[in-house]
């Protein structure tokens, strides 16, 4: 099955800073990579997605890059704002037989923006 | 819509007892998805259906976990007999797109097994 990493757990930045979280995964079939920000005590929700026929993608502060042949993707927050505060999950689809696919989540990325 | 409702929003229980985790998806949305979430092992998911029928249940940890979805409004995931180690919060999650279609997720149900 698909085995996404995430790196790193945590991450501290100044407030205004840029935040970069990275994340790779194992299954080159993989064609879909959502991010989902967790506040503490809330559930998770998307904040952005790419496919793969994309490289890249943005909305306001955040934006996503793809590389396929690296197996990689990043999550990228410029000028950070205490609010982005969060966990962070990156994920990615994979084909499990028989018709069945499963959206597989990294560990999470502990974001903290100092003001 | 009121998003995706599980109930209860926290359980506190005693090694041995059942648990019933429920779970309204958003309407029109033929997917449902029942994650686990821990400190060490994040998110996992556990078992999803898709018109009602479970598609892929590889993510149940053992035997003592059960889920049903018997129309396209509810579902439960339950806990037979609960242990310490199924401490966690557990998430139900729908959507229309399937793989490839953003995931609505409930507020999630806070389990402790005592």
């Known amino acids: 099955g698909e085995n996404v990493e995430q790196h790193p757990s945590t991450l501290s930045v100044q407030e205004g800073d840029s935040a970069v979280i990275k994340c790779t995964y194992s299954?080159?079939?993989?064609?879909?990579f959502p991010w989902y920000k967790q506040e503490l005590g809330k559930r998770p929700q998307l904040i952005i997605d790419?496919?793969?026929?994309?490289g890249e993608k943005k909305d306001q502060r955040i934006a996503v890059t793809l590389n396929k042949t690296a197996k990689h993707f990043s999550l990228h927050i410029t000028e950070t704002q205490p609010e982005d505060s969060a966990v962070y999950f990156c994920?990615?689809?994979?084909?499990?037989?028989?018709?069945?696919?499963?959206?597989?989540f990294g560990k999470g990325t502990k974001l903290s923006v100092i003001p | 819509d009121a998003g995706v409702i599980q109930s209860p929003r926290h359980e506190v229980t005693e090694m041995g007892q059942e648990v019933t985790l429920r779970c309204k998806p958003i309407?029109?949305?033929?997917?449902l998805f029942w994650y686990r979430q821990t400190m060490m092992r994040g998110l996992e998911l556990l078992i999803y259906f898709n018109n009602n029928v479970p598609i892929d249940d590889s993510g149940m940890p053992e035997d003592r976990f059960s889920a049903k979805m018997p129309n396209a409004s509810f579902s439960t995931l339950k806990i037979q007999p609960s242990e310490p180690r199924d401490s966690a919060v557990y998430f139900c999650a729908s959507n229309s797109g399937g793989r490839t279609g953003e995931l609505f997720f409930g507020e999630g149900s806070r389990l402790t097994v005592l």
């Open positions: 790419i496919r793969s026929n994309v």
């Open positions: 299954d080159s079939a993989s064609n879909y």
């Open positions: 994920a990615a689809t994979s084909y499990s037989g028989a018709g069945s696919y499963q959206l597989t």
């Open positions: 309407s029109g949305h033929d997917y």
